[in-house]
């Protein structure tokens, strides 16, 4: 036996109530009517168009489900869906419905009155804390708007939710949307057989968090550029001073696992070797540039400094494939930003393929205006890592229906 994935071109939705789980988990800001909120960045609404505009145009009835923040179970309107119903309203410049609950008679009514082609957004699924624990009662709530499933949420693949895998259980047509399918055309190459000579740059703040996709690349990769607060874990283990920079002796002993196993199979790590310093995060204004790899006592390391970015720039030029997750610094104060963004133009100059994956890699790449520069860039944040590790995830393995083999 073997399971198939179905694409949503393959499925049938005419006149179908057709539930597509998205992910409009964007950020919200105070919008100017009193007490309200607007869509700050839309890129993950922009990435569901395409999914959505096809529906449209085959006649389903489009019910969207997604979950914004984290209102613990509890009916929150700071974390309604309204302002991303507004939004998604003028990109495909047509009516959105917005229901008052994801499930119960409101729904169910707003359903009946579809036509095809009609769009219907549900509240925030995490109003109810059923969502979150995968409930199968809150699954069968769900499926009574659902005659087909499309999953276009690439970044909630990786958790085991009511919307993501119980419900599609009980689906009797399901499948997967266009950007499902570029993530997976992307990152299943570079999982399976990156282009070499092939360079992983990795940021953020914890080397647990990055040590699967590190242990799954190191027979692949070429050269690993270090940055981000995980870069003093990996300069600790190597003896090196780290003044007050982020990082606890658990990171430690995992940089200084990922430098043994690159060392016997002779993997090239680069760690900064200069950093942009400050007595803290806030403050900015007496930042500066080490004149070495060490930090200060007093000081924290807080972004990696111009040096450094010279001593990287050959690594970017000679690579054929470069996957990058994860900032270089605290990139949200422009003190701290120059290497995020410097590592941003490495990458773009460079004529390897490009992918990036992370919410804040690829919130640094927005502000340089440099996605036309890269091949891709991942919506999804753990489910990237997760998947680029070799686990299945859960939202996707339950999408395969079997089939017979021939």
Not at 83 to 95: A, F, N, T
Not at 124 to 149: G, I, K, P, Q, W
């Amino acid at each position: 036996m073997s399971g198939k994935i179905f694409r949503i071109e393959e499925l049938d939705l005419h006149g179908k109530r057709v539930f597509i789980r998205v992910d409009f988990n964007v950020p919200l800001k105070p919008s100017s009517a009193e007490g309200g909120f607007e869509v700050a960045e839309n890129a993950r609404i922009v990435g569901a168009l395409a999914t959505l505009r096809f529906a449209i145009d085959k006649g389903a009835k489009c019910i969207l489900a997604s979950h914004l923040g984290r209102p613990k179970g509890k009916v929150n309107p700071k974390y309604s869906l309204e302002p991303v119903g507004s939004r998604l309203s003028e990109l495909l410049q047509k009516d959105v419905l917005l229901a008052d609950d994801s499930v119960g008679d409101g729904p169910k009514a707003l359903c009946q009155q579809m036509r095809p082609g009609d769009v219907l957004l549900l509240e925030n699924l995490r109003f109810h804390a059923l969502e979150e624990e995968n409930s199968t009662e809150f699954a069968h709530r769900l499926s009574e708007l659902c005659d087909v499933y499309v999953s276009d949420a690439f970044g909630t693949l990786h958790r085991a939710h009511a919307s993501t895998y119980a419900l599609p259980k009980l689906a009797a047509q399901k499948g997967i949307g266009f950007l499902i399918q570029q993530e997976l055309k992307f990152l299943t190459p570079l999982r399976d057989n990156p282009k070499r000579p092939f360079l992983l740059v990795m940021g953020g703040a914890k080397v647990s968090d990055k040590l699967g996709v590190m242990e799954h690349f190191m027979p692949k990769v070429d050269k690993m550029v270090i940055g981000g607060a995980m870069a003093y874990a990996f300069l600790k283990a190597q003896g090196r001073e780290i003044g007050k920079s982020l990082c606890d002796e658990s990171q430690v002993h995992l940089a200084a696992k990922i430098i043994g196993a690159a060392e016997a199979r002779n993997v090239v790590i680069l760690l900064p070797t200069d950093h942009i310093v400050a007595c803290s995060p806030e403050d900015s204004t007496k930042a500066a540039a080490t004149e070495g790899p060490d930090v200060p006592a007093e000081k924290m390391g807080l972004d990696i400094g111009p040096r450094t970015l010279a001593f990287y720039r050959p690594a970017f030029q000679e690579a054929e494939t470069i996957f990058w997750n994860g900032p270089m610094g605290v990139f949200e104060n422009p003190s701290f930003a120059q290497g995020t963004f410097g590592v941003a133009r490495l990458i773009a100059e460079s004529k390897a393929l490009k992918i990036a994956g992370g919410g804040d890699s690829a919130a640094a790449i927005s502000q340089c205006g440099y996605e036309k520069q890269f091949d891709f860039v991942s919506t999804g944040g753990g489910a990237t890592l997760e998947f680029l590790e070799g686990k299945e995830l859960p939202g996707l393995k339950v999408l395969e229906v079997l089939s017979r083999s021939s």
